[in-house]
């Protein structure tokens, strides 16, 4: 019997892809919220504004008030912009001495700024933007995968650190909160 040991380059790929994903999907959303349309001329209906309106334009109504609740929230604000800095600007000094960051592995924003920081895998198939460039990470996981890991340790720990503190506890929030619920809760 002969047993053969290989690393699975394709699977470790395939978790950077998908952590990367998720990202894109929590910043995404975050993004839809932060950057939602305003509602200045919406104010809240009264009973006799509600009367008047059938119940899908009343539906309607409400639903561009709370679409646009967090519009410029500065505490979302703040989050959006940590999460950002954590995952594009962490320089991680590996190992073998040089530095890196997600741009070296060959990730990075995409060419649109209305993506608002989402992270693109140069030269991954699925990815429209950079589908044509040369794939850094894959080449780089066939080179030298202990470095891949430690960049990719380094920065998801740089943002799960930043993540905690921005969760902080302060007299007006409890910890692994990002809004002031003792306030609120006070204030109610």
């Given at each position: 019997v002969n047993i053969t040991v290989a690393d699975d380059k394709?699977?470790?790929?395939?978790?950077?892809?998908?952590?990367?994903?998720?990202?894109?999907?929590?910043?995404?959303?975050?993004?839809?919220?932060?950057?939602?349309?305003?509602?200045?001329?919406?104010?809240?209906?009264?009973?006799?504004?509600?009367?008047?309106?059938?119940?899908?334009?009343?539906?309607?109504?409400?639903?561009?008030?709370?679409?646009?609740?967090?519009?410029?929230?500065?505490?979302?604000?703040?989050?959006?912009?940590?999460?950002?800095?954590?995952?594009?600007?962490?320089?991680i000094t590996a190992s073998n001495g040089?530095?890196?960051?997600?741009?070296?592995?060959g990730i990075t924003t995409g060419t649109d700024y209305k993506e608002y920081?989402?992270?693109?895998?140069?030269?991954?198939?699925?990815?429209?933007?950079?589908?044509?460039?040369?794939?850094t990470l894959d080449e780089l996981l066939n080179e030298d995968p202990d470095v891949v890991a430690e960049v990719m340790s380094g920065i998801a720990k740089n943002l799960y650190d930043t993540m905690t503190k921005q969760m902080g506890t302060t007299r007006l929030s409890s910890a692994l909160t990002f809004y002031n619920d003792k306030e609120m809760n006070s204030q109610l």
């Open positions: 394709s699977a470790v790929y395939d978790s950077i892809k998908e952590f990367i994903n998720q990202y894109n999907s929590v910043l995404s959303e975050m993004n839809t919220y932060y950057y939602a349309a305003s509602a200045r001329d919406y104010d809240v209906l009264s009973d006799d504004e509600k009367e008047k309106m059938s119940d899908t334009e009343v539906e309607k109504w409400e639903k561009k008030i709370k679409d646009s609740l967090l519009r410029r929230d500065t505490t979302l604000g703040s989050v959006l912009d940590g999460m950002k800095s954590a995952m594009t600007s962490t320089v040089k530095k890196y960051s997600l741009a070296n592995l920081g989402l992270l693109h895998i140069k030269g991954d198939e699925d990815d429209t933007v950079y589908a044509d460039s040369t794939n």
